[in-house]
């Protein structure tokens, strides 16, 4: 079996499909209460056909999360590309992760934070985007549209802000669903950071 860049092994079309399944039930409902008995009488596939995707469940688990925020990060790529004004750029950019995050479920995202391997990816992920943010911005900076701010500091303020709405927080704290708070924080961005 070969395997791909990211070192995992290269899978057949039947697993390529069983893992956007289990990407689907877990984003909905969660992943901590499943034991693979439970996921394969869902996917009606073996125990078996599980172990040939990971070794164990909490390890089906963090590929089955790597699948997401790989899948989320190239499709806030593709959405943001598109966009050639800097400002417009940044918006597209932190809709697009409020977008890719939509089926995220309160379910998901308690076990993401209650599980280690998962939280890591995650928060991997953010510090990915938050520096993404960052470079956009500083895109914008070096063509004018934007004023000149320090770099580290506005990665730090989207990562906390991105880290908070991600495990709920935000949400908690003001009531706002993920999404509306991805587009309040890229309106707060762009009108600090603004000429």
Known sequence: ?????????????????LLDQLEELFLAEGFARFTLEDLAVRLRCS?????ALADSKEQLAVRVVRHFFRRATADVETRTAGEDDPARRVTAYLEAVARALTPASRAFRRD????????????????VA???VSALIGDGVAAGVFRTVHPALVADTVTTLMLR???????RATGLDDATA???LAALLLHGISR
């Open 112 to 127: 993401l934070e209650a599980f280690s391997p998962g939280r890591a990816v995650y928060e991997h992920n953010t510090a």
């Open 1 to 17: 079996m070969t395997t791909t860049e990211s070192g995992e092994r290269r899978l057949t079309a039947r697993q390529a499909q």
């Open 165 to 171: 709405i991600g495990r709920g927080d935000t949400a």
């Open 182 to 184: 991805y587009r309040e």
């Open 130 to 132: 938050a520096e993404r």
């Open 47 to 51: 125990k078996t056909t599980l172990y």
